[in-house]
């Protein structure tokens, strides 16, 4: 059954990490160029997002190009990562740049006061555009049905499940009743009249969505242009206009906000392993074929929307050598 809570405040999800030590605790083989019998992990989200098919896809290409195991571990997703890679848990990892501010500056419910500042940038990703799914028949429509209703927000400490309710609050959507759980699952309450709406964010298509399209008759919508407006001038999210036919069922563009996603790695790997891993992601010929089909925004171009973490010196090096600039700003010490 879901998890079942009805309002934002709930932080129940920090039980997930009662042994996460904050403190920076590194293998040996981080500053190594080859990990050994060691392997990389990756810390991805849970079942049915973007994330554990980029992940899963970055997983397989760094096994192929840098002949370096690598293995993508289920996590709940943005903020989880940030405190994983942060404390040498997992040495790579995916995060959205909204949780990935609040983990910046102390402010992340997963360890509040501490400045996950052992993380470092890589490389681009795509963006996350939030989006919501009902059956056809539910009598939803649009945002303001949402009050009153069971939604399906994504698992505990995700970026979907941490903004989805404060967006429906700015809005003036009361009385939601938020159930957490994998993007899967949710999919699958959805099916069954266990939620009403699944209100998700994930690089498109999101494969839960197509999966609960490919059973049933659903209804995809997002937010009105009045709406998308004034989300944008209250959250650090920016304009995104899902384009038509991102679905079957979907015929019209709708009009979104979404946040950037980058790759994350710890502080302490090496600058040449970086280095080839930003060649091999960033110079691949197919990468939505290799990761999924949002990573045609993986391009280095895209590294100025890191406004919020120091990048990795290895990153920095290959940005440099491409011909791109590096804000100032985003040099960590270590690289000075």
Known sequence: MPVMQTTH?????????PALALTCVVAPTLAS?????????????SPGGTY?????????????????????EITGGPYHNMALVHSGDVELGLTTLGPAREAWQGES???????MRDVRALFPMYQTPFQ?????????????DLSGRRVGVGPMGGTCANYWPRFLEALGVEDVHYQYDGANQLADYVAVNLVDAFAFCAGLPIQAFLNLEERHDVHLFAFSEEEQARL???????RFDIPADTYASQEAVQHSVAFWNFA????????DLVHDLMARVLEHPNLPEA?????????????????????HPGAIRYYRDQGHEVDAERIPPEAE
């Not at 405040?9 to 990490?17: F, P, S």
Request: hydrophobic share 40%.
């Open 9 to 17: 405040q709930c932080r129940a999800w920090k039980a997930w990490l």
């Open 33 to 45: 160029d080859n990990p050994g019998d060691e392997p990389l992990r990756i810390g991805t989200a």
């Open 52 to 72: 554990a098919v980029y992940g899963e896809g970055l997983a397989r290409l760094i096994g192929q190009e840098l002949d370096v195991n690598a293995v993508p």
């Open 109 to 115: 419910d997963v360890a509040p006061g501490v400045e």
């Open 132 to 144: 919501v799914i009902t059956l056809a028949d539910s009598g939803i429509e649009q945002i303001s």
């Open 232 to 238: 944008v001038e209250r959250f650090p999210v920016a």
């Open 264 to 271: 994350i790695g710890h502080k302490d790997l090496s600058d």
């Open 291 to 311: 990761l999924h089909p949002a990573a045609t925004d993986t391009r280095a171009e895209h590294l100025d929307r890191n406004t919020v973490m120091w990048f």
